[in-house]
């Protein structure tokens, strides 16, 4: 199994896995995100920063995505992809990557997420949730689908982002980044909308590993806004941060 099967130049067909909590026939912000950075690849430097744009709900079916280059550069570079989708676009994303390079020798203190717990947990009502079947979670702060404000939680992705290759770190990273603001919803997610109309994920390095811990929270305004917040990491320490603007509406 994978989020997605190859059909040739540059279009692909969503599995299951991509599977929204809301709809069936549509797709959970996630791996669109991971799929357009993975396109939007450039040779010898790195992912530093994705702006995604959700422009409408996300449909379950064959998509072609188009990248665009906008600035080249020796250190910096910075691209943008559409996933065009029944010949509308409904995605977009811009990405920053950044040359690496030799830097002095110094210490940054290490930040240290929470520990893994041993058990898996589940989303209640949910168990068959196609996206949340796709990822394990493992809840350190908080729990699964109750309204708190703040969760923190260890993901492992479990199968390749495209079919037939390989799953990196970025993938991992960005897979989750989008669950950030369901997982830390301040008010009961059957009773309110909470609709992240865009996903900025900014990274200081792809994850080393199979684990990635995101520590989210959400904050809300008194006029039906809010934000989220949170901070990827692995056993070595910080990857990252994400932000969602939020529009909020009683269903």
């Not at 357009?36 to 994705?50: D, F, K, M, P």
Request: charged share 20%.
């Amino acid at each position: 199994m994978s989020f997605y099967l190859p059909l040739g130049d540059g279009e692909f067909r969503p599995t299951r896995s991509t599977e929204s909590p809301w709809d069936t026939e549509m797709q959970h912000g996630g791996p669109p995100a991971a799929l357009l950075g993975r396109l939007l690849a450039v040779e010898g430097q790195r992912l530093a920063r994705i702006s995604v744009d959700f422009l409408g709900p996300i449909p379950r079916r064959d998509l072609r995505v188009e990248v665009s280059p906008l600035k080249p550069g020796r250190l910096t570079t910075l691209n943008e992809a559409r996933m065009v989708i029944d010949g509308r676009v409904a995605v977009t994303a811009r990405a920053w990557h950044l040359a690496p390079g030799p830097t002095p020798s110094v210490t940054t203190p290490a930040d240290h997420p929470d520990p893994l717990p041993e058990g898996e947990d589940v989303f209640g009502g949910m168990e068959q949730w196609g996206y949340g079947q796709a990822t394990e979670w493992r809840v350190s702060k908080g729990e699964l689908g109750r309204p708190g404000g703040e969760t923190h939680v260890w993901t492992r992705v479990r199968m390749p982002l495209i079919e037939g290759g390989e799953l990196d770190g970025q993938d991992r990273a960005l897979i989750v980044a989008d669950s950030a603001n369901g997982l830390s919803a301040v008010l009961p997610m059957d009773e309110w909308l909470s609709i992240p109309p865009t996903m900025t994920t900014t990274l200081l390095r792809p994850a080393s590993g199979e684990w990635v811990h995101l520590a989210c929270r959400t904050a809300l305004s008194t006029d039906g806004l809010g934000l989220t917040t949170g901070e990827l990491y692995d056993f070595d320490g910080a990857l990252g941060q994400v932000s969602q603007p939020l529009v909020i509406r009683a269903r």
